[in-house]
Each structure stands twice: as C-alpha cells, then as structure tokens.
C-alpha cells in the first residue's frame, strides 16, 4: 500500500499555492478522494502518485510511504 506522508504533502501543496480541488483536477481525480489521501486515511495507486510527485516536483519518498 501507498500512503502519503501527511504533512509533507499538506506543506508541498500549499508552497505550490494550491487548494485540494486544484491539485485533484490536475491530476484527473475527485477532490474528495486527493482530500483522503493527503490527511492519509485512503491508500493510492503507484500512477496516482507519480502523478501527485510530478505535481510538486517532489520523489516518492519526499511525500510517501510504501507499506506492505
């Protein structure tokens, strides 16, 4: 499973000036499902996070975990 390291990509996506609803459209998902993955309650897909690493400009392991 893939979670988010919560604060780090709360931190990522204020520095990039952006809202939820913002990053989720960029990176084709509904705002609800960014808003759990970010607080860490929902796990993601290796392609949604690639997506959200690429967002930021940050790696993996800047903004997540990989739990097995």
Avoid: H, W
């Avoid at 931190?11 to 607080?39: C, F, H, P, W």
């Amino acid at each position: 499973m893939i979670r988010a390291k919560a604060k780090e990509l709360k931190i990522a996506r204020i520095k990039a000036g952006l809202l939820q609803k913002e990053v989720a459209e960029k990176i084709g998902i509904t705002a609800n499902a960014y808003a759990q993955i970010e607080s860490g309650r929902k796990s993601t897909s290796p392609n949604t996070a690639k997506e959200i690493c690429e967002t930021f400009s940050k790696t993996f392991d800047n903004l997540f975990i990989l739990n097995e």
